[in-house]
């Protein structure tokens, strides 16, 4: 289930202003570890998808690849958001069941 999230958390990190790569990573990572070999196909997923676009910008001689969230990229997310209220509400059933 924790996979599943990633993409979200990748969405909600973008919520925040434009970024690239190594720095969404170290923004994710305060509330899940995810490494490079996870989130370069995430994002790939996620422009595919239409949920992000991308742009390049000079940075030391080099261009780096920013991404921005799109407005499919934030419905992505309020739907995610309305779901997770019902997955909530299995949780709290499950949560006081009678395990004696």
Same mark, same amino acid.
């Given at each position: 289930?924790?996979?599943?999230?990633?993409? #979200? @958390?990748?969405?909600?990190?973008?919520?925040?202003? /434009?970024? #690239?790569? #190594?720095?969404?990573?170290?923004?994710?990572?305060? @509330?899940?570890?995810?490494?490079?070999?996870?989130?370069?196909?995430?994002?790939? +997923?996620? !422009?595919? !998808?239409? @949920?992000?676009?991308?742009?390049?910008?000079?940075?030391?001689?080099?261009? +780096?690849? #920013?991404?921005?969230?799109?407005?499919?990229?934030?419905?992505?997310?309020? /739907?995610?958001?309305? /779901?997770? !209220?019902?997955?909530?509400?299995?949780?709290?059933?499950?949560? !006081?069941? /009678?395990?004696?």
């Amino acid at each position: 289930m924790k996979k599943g999230m990633l993409e #979200y @958390c990748v969405l909600a990190v973008l919520t925040k202003g /434009d970024s #690239y790569g #190594y720095q969404i990573i170290k923004d994710v990572s305060a @509330c899940v570890h995810i490494s490079e070999s996870t989130l370069y196909p995430i994002l790939r +997923r996620l !422009e595919k !998808e239409s @949920c992000l676009e991308t742009y390049s910008v000079a940075h030391n001689g080099r261009l +780096r690849k #920013y991404y921005r969230i799109t407005a499919a990229g934030k419905q992505a997310i309020r /739907d995610f958001l309305r /779901d997770w !209220e019902q997955v909530m509400n299995i949780y709290h059933l499950i949560e !006081e069941a /009678d395990l004696e």
